[in-house]
């Protein structure tokens, strides 16, 4: 059997989803992934990650978990910690993953204390060892975990722009102009729709 990899996408931007992935590599698609020259997504372009991920779709056991800026922000506004709201999300896709492939353990980049984690899971996750450390996306299943998650986080982004007529730009700096412009288009409560209104920009456009 081989392990599954988590990672996400989204978690320190301002606009747009939060999006969770899990993939579950074993010997045989590994070597079809190094191939690929599959590797954490922040070192990939956005157009070559768009190609890899169909490829990684294509042949690995998967899950995309999309949680849009207003599920985001009601789970945030429940949780009242990101560190349980990523525990939540990573739970929801290896949950996904496990329901299709067994697996020997999972592996998730280290965020908080791994007890948010291993709280979060259910009746499947509870069976399988979880690994959490730092820089995981070193391992093969994370990194192609992370591209899905970053494929589907551009894509997402693209679709909220598309929709309200704005370029709604990745990351937490340099965003304000934008969302001033949205919150004068569509009015304050648009922010809910488009973006993490925890963020300290939401106080710095709207007070």
């Not at 949780?79 to 525990?87: G, H, V």
């Not at 280290?110 to 509870?126: H, I, P, S, V």
Request: hydrophobic share 40%; net charge positive; aromatic share 6%.
């Amino acid at each position: 059997m081989g392990h599954i990899g988590i990672d996400e996408s989204g978690k320190g931007d301002y606009f747009g989803y939060l999006v969770v992935a899990a993939v579950y590599v074993d010997e045989r698609l590994r070597i079809g992934l190094e191939s690929l020259r599959v590797r954490d997504s922040k070192r990939v372009s956005d157009s070559v990650i768009r190609v890899m991920a169909a490829e990684i779709m294509k042949c690995c056991p998967h899950s995309v978990v999309r949680i849009s800026p207003e599920k985001y922000n009601g789970l945030y506004s429940n949780f009242k910690s990101l560190n349980k709201l990523l525990a939540w999300g990573h739970a929801r896709a290896l949950e996904n993953v496990l329901e299709k492939v067994g697996a020997d353990y999972a592996l998730a980049d280290q965020f908080g204390d791994e007890k948010f984690l291993k709280n979060a899971l259910l009746e499947k996750g509870r069976t399988i060892r979880l690994v959490q450390r730092t820089k995981a996306e070193s391992d093969i299943a994370v990194a192609a975990a992370s591209i899905l998650a970053r494929d589907e986080f551009v894509s997402t982004l693209h679709v909220l722009s598309e929709k309200y007529n704005i370029d709604l730009p990745k990351g937490a700096t340099h965003v304000e102009d934008a969302a001033r412009k949205i919150v004068t288009m569509h009015g304050a409560s648009v922010l809910d729709k488009v973006a993490k209104v925890h963020f300290r920009t939401t106080k710095r456009i709207i007070g």
